[in-house]
């Protein structure tokens, strides 16, 4: 048994036709598996068998030879790709330094940076230069003048980096001062701390002062109570002496006993007349803290009800905003320096129960017109009636700065708003985001007596109330 055993192992190593083999040449990419017997013939007709190129005498698989002689192969002869004809194929390896130097090589002209565009043979381009002198002048001439102009635009730039930088360290020097005008307007609010916290001293020393003159206003008051009710007692002590005496006098002695008594239940009575006095002082003071308590009311209130009467006055409930901007010149340096980069105007209604809106102007410009224009916007505010109110707001806006000069010459712009635009929804906050105009005005238009006199300028909103119902 064992030794049939070896003999299948031997037969299946060596003899047996029928095995599974692989290709000899899977080391160049052949993947194939083939039986034993047919193994030569597959070697025979292998694309990845090793082959010897005929020119370089490399060893290369048989499907890659075709394009190693017609890419790769250094020896493979080729032709000139300038069809020169003086030579016959070249080894490519050759050929290469031969077109180098190929006399039909084409060659551009030497005057080509000046915008000549010739190309030709070396021979085309000599008779080219002696055929095209005046041509070759006159681009060398208008190259030369681009060359001059890009000279001057490049000093010119660099002019105005000087100047740049020469405005920076303007500027820089404006900066500092404001930092230093800054400072000295800390110091200034903090010495202004001072003097209100020395103010609130000396008020409180006033307001001590008046409650101890209260005091003693109510204390001689008391006094003057108790002396003019002692008085009264001694008065009625005289009248009663008197009386007593001349019921003495008349004998009877029984009702002057009554009398003395009463006399003396009189004379009694000084305890309960400091008593009474204590108890006035106590409601003298409780009246005069209710009166503080009022007049304070009272003041507050009418701070209130005058506020109310300044915006009062000047809303309008036509739908027209006219809004006097004063002091121009300072608001617009608060506007550069950010101390105040805009301003808004007092509200104004469509009708008594309408739209409440106002005016947001930036007076050195906002967005695009930031430091060269006037910006001008609209803004719709919560209002108490809103609930009543259609919405989107859909009112024509105009807005208009007015010519102070021959009143020929207001500048407006108008729009009609975008119903989906969040700036025209109902408010849910104290006023929606304004829209309206960046670039409103220049600031070379705007300053001129036209517009500004008197360092003051008057912008007027006008929103169309057609088509309104008042709720």
């Known amino acids: 048994m064992d030794q049939d055993f070896d003999r299948n192992e031997a037969h299946e190593d060596k003899a047996c036709q029928f095995k599974p083999v692989e290709c000899p040449f899977k080391g160049s990419g052949c993947q194939e598996k083939f039986l ?33 002689e017609t890419e790769d192969c250094i020896k ?35 005057f080509k940076i000046q915008g000549c565009e010739f190309m030709g043979t070396n021979a ?14 006159q681009m060398i001439t208008m190259y030369t003048a681009n060359i001059d102009l890009q000279s001057l635009e490049i000093r010119r730039q660099l002019q105005n980096v000087v100047s740049d930088r020469d405005q920076s360290q303007h500027q820089l020097v404006i900066v500092r001062q404001e930092v230093e005008d800054v400072k000295a307007d800390a110091e200034g609010i903090k010495q202004g701390v001072k003097d209100v916290k020395l103010k609130i001293v000396a008020q409180t020393e006033r307001i001590i002062l008046l409650e101890r003159k209260f005091e003693e206003l109510a204390t001689k008051s008391a006094v003057d109570v108790q002396s003019r009710d002692i008085n009264i007692l001694k008065e009625s002590l005289t009248s009663m002496t008197e009386r007593v005496t001349q019921l003495e006098r008349t004998g009877l002695s029984g009702g002057v006993g009554t009398l003395s008594q ?31 308590r009022q007049i304070g009311i009272q003041d ?64 050195n ?40 000069d021959s009143g020929q010459r207001h500048l407006s712009d108008s729009f009609r708003p975008d119903p989906t635009s969040s700036s025209f929804k109902r408010p849910t906050t104290e006023m929606n985001i304004a829209s309206g105009c960046p670039l409103f005005v220049s600031h070379a238009v705007l300053e001129t007596r036209t517009y500004i006199v008197d360092d003051t300028l008057f912008i007027k909103v006008d929103v169309s109330t057609e088509g309104l119902v008042p709720p």
């Open 36 to 68: 034993a017997r047919n193994q030569e013939q597959h070697i025979l007709n292998c694309t990845y068998k090793p082959t010897e190129c005929m020119y370089c005498k490399l060893q290369i698989p048989v499907y890659l030879k075709q394009k190693h």
């Open 76 to 110: 493979y002869p080729i032709s000139c790709n300038y069809n020169c004809g003086t030579t016959s194929k070249l080894p490519r390896d050759e050929m290469v330094e031969h077109m180098r130097q190929c006399p039909k090589k084409p060659q551009e002209c030497p």
């Open 124 to 137: 085309e381009v000599q008779e080219h230069i002696k055929n095209a002198t005046d041509q070759h002048l």
């Open 262 to 292: 009463a006399v003396t239940q009189g004379g009694g009575g000084g305890a309960g007349l400091n008593q009474d006095v204590s108890r006035i002082q106590n409601n003298l003071l409780t009246q005069i803290q209710q009166h503080d």
């Open 300 to 363: 507050i209130r009418m701070a209130e009800l005058d506020l109310r009467f300044q915006v009062l006055e000047t809303a309008s409930y036509d739908g027209v905003l006219m809004w006097k901007i004063r002091d121009y010149s300072r608001r617009k340096q608060e506007a550069i320096t950010g101390r105040t980069l805009s301003l808004y105007s007092q509200p104004f209604y469509t009708h008594r129960f309408g739209y409440k809106m106002c005016a947001r102007v930036y007076l």
């Open 365 to 404: 410009g906002d967005g695009m017109g930031k430091g060269t224009h006037l910006s001008l916007f609209f803004v719709i505010m919560k209002g108490e009636y809103d609930a009543l109110l259609k919405w989107p707001f859909e009112q024509h806006v105009t807005l208009m700065l007015l010519d102070q």
